[in-house]
């Protein structure tokens, strides 16, 4: 009865009724259940509705005009209010972003209404796509973060790659299948000091959360060789088939649960592949196809409980194993040179959000990482590269890894008044790395022509000999202050200050300042953003396991130019490469700036 006075007082024509759907969420991106949510029209009916378990809230049979979609001040958070306008067109969905009791929300509902916003997270120039928007997209394969890689900017990714952010936790992966991903951004907030790279040289993933009653996805996609040209280099068409089977299913832990919820999301995809092999030898042409599958299985699992109204918690599983078969085999690369490997990563993260007083909120993240990585040539044999010809004999690629890794988390975020404050510690690594170097035990020979392998005359030979066992730790830490400032009703500032720190490359000059500005024209549809800021780089690993492994002791690597074939002999006490740091070496910056209208 009371949806049914409320559609007679909203409506002012009998069609064009329309459905009002959005979701809650706050600073940090976690959805906000239990809030009452209203909406109002012009004559003053007014009907409320309250966010379920995925902070989700609708109301249906909404006719045009003009309304106002209001949260009161409740859970610690500020009060929200801005304009609504439907038309004949579905209404797009609403996100509400909450900030803590204090931060002023009535300027943002102005901007809202023009439009534009001032806010860092709202700039144009950032890549985003929700979880319609990946749904919709043709994404090959389901690679989510495949698909919004051309938005990077290479100058902004660091030595070890792409940052992944997934829920505030830098990880290799998305660590949950792609029906499991409700946003994936790119060059959000691109000078925020809480984060090591820019914006453009890290991906930011925010995952689905339960929702009040138990709903999934389930996926299968086929791609068969049946339907593909022929490979042009290929004697016949390769028999290839890629398999993907990918699921989620999330909602309340139980009937009636309105504080538990809980996440499963899987996917398995089975890729045999076939490489392609065009290579030249004495004895004439190489071609041929060689199998080389790669199969890849994750899981994931999570459980959400709210304490109370401010405290939630989480705790989630994931795995990611991945076994390839004839990897580096194609091309020049014989099917002997090939390798078969695994790579297989056991995760357990914990998430305490606690809101400590209505302008306060703490966020703690724990995760604990272990990986097992396992290489194995196919082949025993001293490895041949011959220029322009093939590479086969062995690909003396055996190589064993692990990792124990720990990463914490620690923000807290603070308001007051026209300032909005985050600081905290990040810590990417507390790792114990061990590596079993086995690769070119039987050494490789170089020649620079056929006529030359044909004549038996190497340009050079190259060997490792030792142990090859290094076990070293990479620990890395952040410290971040930043400070958002309404210094006007159009204009607001972001500064901050982060420093970063890492073992073997100790500096306490890492210190990276950064800010951006955004300035709202008086038209209310335009706004100027510029920004600047300093960004320290990491190593990575494999810096310090070469350090630790080629330093004379544990591996001594040789190299004898022009020596004998096919049985080179290394001389006694002939000298061996070694790796060393270099006095005055230090992490690399860069610096990055821009300006956009």
């Known amino acids: 009865m009371i949806q049914l006075l409320l559609l007679v007082g909203l409506t002012t024509v009998a069609f064009a009724q329309q459905t009002v759907r959005g979701s809650v969420v706050d600073s940090g991106g976690a959805v906000v259940p239990g809030l009452t949510v209203e909406l109002s029209a012009q004559n003053g009916t007014t009907v409320t509705v309250v966010t379920n378990e995925a902070g989700r809230f609708s109301f249906r049979g909404v006719s045009e005009g003009t309304y106002r979609l209001r949260l009161a001040a409740q859970q610690s958070f500020a009060a929200f209010d801005t304009k609504l306008t439907v038309g004949r067109r579905p209404v797009d969905e609403v ?98 000091a809480e984060t090591n790279r820019p914006g453009k040289g890290r ?12 709903h999934g996805t389930l996926n299968f996609l086929i791609r068969d060789a049946a339907l593909d040209a022929k490979n042009y280099f290929a004697q016949v068409k390769p028999q290839e088939q890629k398999r993907i089977f ?24 089975e890729d045999d592949a076939q490489a392609i092999v065009h290579a030249v030898s004495p004895t004439g042409p190489i071609d041929a196809n060689v199998p080389a599958p ?74 604990y990482e272990k990986d097992h990585d396992p290489a194995r040539s196919v082949v025993n044999a001293r490895k041949l590269i011959v220029d322009g010809g093939f590479t ?59 006529g030359d392998y044909g004549a038996g005359r190497p340009t050079a030979f190259t060997q490792l000999q030792g142990n090859g066992r290094a076990v070293f730790w990479l ?46 024209l008086k038209d209310k549809k335009t706004v100027i953003r510029g920004g600047a800021g300093m960004f320290y780089d990491r190593s990575g690993p494999a810096p310090i396991a070469d350090l630790k492994l080629l330093n004379g002791a544990n ?30 070496a230090y992490i690399p910056y860069t610096v990055h700036y821009s300006l956009a209208l």
């Open 475 to 520: 620990n890395e830490l952040g410290i971040f202050v930043q400070d958002q400032i309404r210094l006007a009703p159009r204009l607001q500032a972001t500064v901050g200050l982060r420093y970063d720190w890492q073992t073997y490359f100790e500096s306490p000059h890492n210190v990276s300042p950064r800010g951006s500005l955004a300035y709202a």
């Open 203 to 214: 991906i930011e993933v925010i995952t689905k959360a339960p929702g009040d009653k138990v």
């Open 95 to 192: 996100t509400i972003h909450l900030v803590v009791a204090e931060v002023k929300t009535e300027v943002d509902a102005v901007e809202e209404e023009a439009g534009v916003s001032t806010a860092a997270e709202s700039n144009a120039n950032q890549a985003a796509a929700d979880s319609k928007a990946l749904e919709a997209l043709p994404i090959f394969d389901q690679n989510v973060l495949g698909a919004l890689m051309p938005f990077l900017s290479q100058p902004a990714i660091g030595t070890s790659g792409i940052s992944i952010v997934v829920d505030g936790v830098e990880m290799k992966g998305t660590g949950v299948s792609a029906s499991a991903v409700k946003e994936v951004r790119i060059n959000n907030d691109p000078y925020s």
């Open 555 to 584: 591996l001594r690597s040789y190299t004898v130019f022009q020596g004998s074939y096919p049985n080179a002999i290394i001389p006694a006490g002939y000298p061996s490469n070694l790796v060393r740091r270099a006095y005055d």
């Open 246 to 269: 990918e699921g989620s299913v999330l909602g309340p832990l139980y009937r009636g649960s309105s504080r538990t919820g809980f996440l499963i999301s899987g996917s398995r995809q």
């Open 392 to 450: 086969g004999g062995g690909a003396q690629a055996d190589l064993y890894t692990t990792e124990n890794n720990l990463k914490i988390n620690d923000i807290v975020s603070l308001s007051r008044r026209k300032h909005y404050v985050k600081f905290g510690i990040t810590i990417p690594n507390i790792s114990r790395r061990a590596w079993e170097d086995h690769t070119n035990r039987l050494g490789t020979y170089n020649f620079s022509s056929l």
């Open 294 to 367: 790669v199969h890849e299985t994750d899981f994931a699992v999570r459980l959400t409980r709210d304490l109370n109204a401010n405290h939630r918690v989480s705790l989630q599983y994931n795995v990611t194993d991945v076994v390839s078969r004839n990897l580096g085999v194609g091309g020049l690369v014989t099917q002997d040179a090939g390798v078969d490997s695994q790579a297989r990563e056991d995760d357990v993260i914990f998430n305490d959000r606690l809101i400590l007083s209505p302008t306060l909120i703490n966020q703690l993240q724990l995760f």
